[in-house]
């Protein structure tokens, strides 16, 4: 029996409730102009669930609308979890989507990290054990509302970076020579232009504001890595592990920047 789909793992807001423009909260700060509890309709929101400021949202001080990635978590929610009713014509619908909307983005989330391991091939003795996870969290996507409310989604992610990380070892092990470990470290506002951190650990480093003008990021491991105003001009994060959308979207970069196929140059990098 052929394996289910996986869900699209890229945001359709066509086919979303603005689901990260109601359920998440977000403080007033560098990446948002106002305060907004969680549940709450963002004051741009317009009736047909699309952004009144869309095209003018880093002009306005919402540039963390412009770097968040639900991972289509917004569309799985809207249209499988509640088969396409929404919040404002069904209110019943409110407090459960956008309860769950968290728990499935994370769930997504990890489909798109176990589906980029089954494409490496040096994480091949790991596949078997990868798919099993990757069906497990697949098939959670489709759990309904209460049963998704409930789920443990710690344990769950757990479990998958247990894997995550064996994958992560033994891709970076074909990095010759002696591999950087920054996990988690503090690296904010670093001088790392030109550095060679090919197979480097950067899982959770704190990367804000570094300077990573031509550095080589080729393997290196960047699950959890932040990158917000990183200078990424003329870097190479080709075959990067673990590189998101979001990630790129936070940083600064220029048509110089080497990124993987798999995704897509930011729009405001000059």
């Known amino acids: 029996m052929p394996p289910t789909p996986l869900?699209?793992?890229?945001a359709d807001c066509s086919s979303c409730f603005a689901l990260c423009c109601v359920a998440l909260p977000f403080a007033k700060s560098n990446d948002f102009a106002v305060n907004k509890p969680t549940g709450t309709p963002c004051k741009n929101l317009r009736q047909d669930?699309?952004?009144g400021i869309h095209t003018q949202l880093r002009d306005k001080g919402f540039q963390g609308c412009t770097v968040f990635d639900c991972f289509g978590a917004g569309q799985q929610v809207s249209q499988v979890t509640f088969g396409g009713r929404d919040w404002r014509t069904d209110p019943g619908t409110a407090r459960p989507m956008f309860d769950?909307?968290?728990v499935m983005r994370q769930?997504?989330?990890?489909?798109f990290y176990l589906a980029e391991a089954l494409t490496l091939p040096a994480a091949a003795p790991l596949h078997e054990d990868l798919r099993r996870a990757l069906a497990t969290t697949e098939q959670w996507t489709r759990a309904d509302a209460a049963a998704l409310a409930s789920l443990d989604v710690s344990t769950l992610r757990q479990d998958a970076n247990t894997l995550l990380l064996k994958t992560s070892e033994l891709v970076r092990a074909k990095v010759p020579g002696r591999k950087k470990n920054h996990r988690g470290a503090d690296l904010m506002g670093a001088r790392l232009s030109g550095a060679d951190l090919r197979g480097a650990n950067l899982r959770g480093a704190y990367l804000i504001a570094a300077d990573l003008r031509r550095a080589d990021l080729r393997t290196a491991d960047?699950?959890?890595a932040d990158l917000r105003d990183a200078d990424l001009r003329d870097a190479d994060l080709r075959e990067a592990v673990f590189l998101t959308q979001a990630q790129l979207g936070a940083a600064r970069g220029?048509?110089?920047?080497?990124i993987p196929p798999t995704l897509t140059r930011p729009t405001h990098w000059t």
């Open 49 to 51: 669930f699309r952004c």
């Open 254 to 258: 220029n048509p110089a920047t080497r």
């Open 107 to 111: 769930l997504h989330e990890l489909l």
């Open 7 to 10: 869900p699209v793992l890229q």
């Open 222 to 224: 960047m699950i959890g």
């Open 100 to 102: 769950v909307f968290p």
